[in-house]
């Protein structure tokens, strides 16, 4: 038996079920199918289970796309303040730990629970457990037949929100992907973002046993620079700086590290040799980062001696080194650990203001399926949040 609806939602993650929920207000029949056994799994996990749900600084600038313009639309009429103004009447406390990054105090597991609350709320209904086998749309047609593992709709509209490839054991397909090629859409190449670095052979082998050493550096690749903490890890480098640097890194790209961000290092080396001219570089370097982490940048890249025993040229090249370290990245963890997917749904064939394809009517992308990827801190909620409103407002 098919059950008519009018607009069907594939994906029960952050834009899926922002688009049934303001679908569903409009007194439209929406459906969420999702094929695990839960809703909301990356809202479950994010924060550390504290859910990082927006970012209030958020602007364009803080998305890639290869069309930077086409995130501008949504973003404008669904604000970090519209989401939070919804936080605020679920009465979820929250509170902003740097940068703009808004956190539940409790759990995330409050966020998706108003979400849910609000699509039962406005009459969507939410499946579980229910994958889909096959997708008919005729020709001429103005509606689609989806056929699913709990029987079959016939709906006006089709939203696919089904996310990107990062973190497949969370159920992470391409779906997404190949019903957008099968319906004529270009998908640009995607790959991993918001990841830890990989390192191999003699770059690894001088790091692995410093594992879990964390410090504040400036990370710097393609014209774009982060600063915040880095870590070691048994395998690479990982932490905010490193993840945010890895969405415009690719192998082969020139990586520098800042290891005295908000220090001029020649003004600080100069003050060192005149204030403990006798003290060692390594002692005075492991007051400023990690004692373990200074005795090994001497061992393999500095040198050590007295401060007093310095000529300027060669205090000159130590603060190159402290200010612009390079750092040969092997590759990435890839999806297995990304917090996103760059790349995806090409923008060109979609409408900014509706996401509805411009080759298929009444066939909508949003959310991680598309190529608009945020930074780090909350910005791809927000752009989860900002296109599944755009969608709902227009099926």
């Not at 094929?35 to 996990?45: D, E, P, Q, T």
């Not at 990982?238 to 001029?264: K, M």
Request: proline content about 4%; charged content about 20%.
């Amino acid at each position: 038996m098919t059950e008519a609806v009018d607009v069907l939602i594939v994906g029960g993650g952050a834009a899926g079920l922002m688009c049934a929920l303001t679908a569903g207000r409009r007194g439209l029949r929406a459906v969420v199918i999702e094929h695990a056994n839960k809703v909301g799994k990356k809202i479950l996990m994010s924060g550390g289970g504290r859910c990082n749900f927006t970012n209030t600084g958020t602007t364009p600038a803080n998305y890639l796309s290869a069309n930077p313009h086409f995130c501008k639309s949504a973003l404008a009429r669904y604000t970090p303040w519209d989401f939070i103004a919804m936080v605020e009447r679920h009465r979820i406390a929250y509170h902003e730990k740097e940068l703009g990054q808004l956190f539940c105090d409790v759990s995330s597991k409050l966020i998706v629970q108003m979400l849910v609350d609000e699509c039962l709320a406005a009459g969507v209904r939410i499946e579980i457990g229910c994958a889909v086998e096959r997708i008919v749309h005729n020709e001429g047609d103005t509606g689609f037949r989806v056929h699913t593992a709990r029987g079959g709709f016939a709906a006006r509209s089709l939203v696919v929100a089904s996310g990107g490839l990062s973190i497949p054991s969370m159920g992470a397909t391409g779906f997404g992907y190949e019903l957008a090629k099968r319906y004529g859409h270009n998908v640009l190449p995607t790959r991993a973002g918001l990841v830890p670095l990989t390192l191999s052979g003699k770059h690894q082998e001088r790091l692995q046993d410093l594992s879990g050493v964390a410090l504040p550096v400036t990370a710097s690749c393609n014209g774009q620079s982060f600063s915040n903490q880095m870590l070691i890890t048994h395998r690479g480098i990982s932490g905010p700086s490193i993840l945010q640097i890895s969405s415009y890194w690719q192998p082969g790209d020139d990586l520098r590290l800042d290891l005295l961000p908000g220090l001029d290092a020649l003004d600080w080396l100069q003050t060192q040799q005149r204030e403990r001219s006798a003290a060692e570089l390594k002692t005075v370097l492991g007051e400023v980062v990690p004692r373990r982490f200074a005795q090994r940048l001497c061992e393999v890249w500095l040198g050590n001696k007295p401060m007093k025993q310095y000529n300027l040229p060669e205090l000159k090249q130590l603060a190159a080194t402290l200010s612009e370290w390079p750092l040969i990245a092997s590759g990435t963890e890839g999806y297995r650990t990304a917090e996103v997917t760059l790349g995806g749904v090409d923008t060109d064939e979609l409408s900014s203001s509706t996401m509805q394809s411009k080759r298929v009517p009444g066939l909508y992308f949003i959310g991680e399926a598309i190529d608009v990827t945020g930074w780090l801190g909350g910005y791809n909620f927000q752009w989860a949040w900002a296109s599944g409103h755009a969608a709902g407002q227009a099926v």
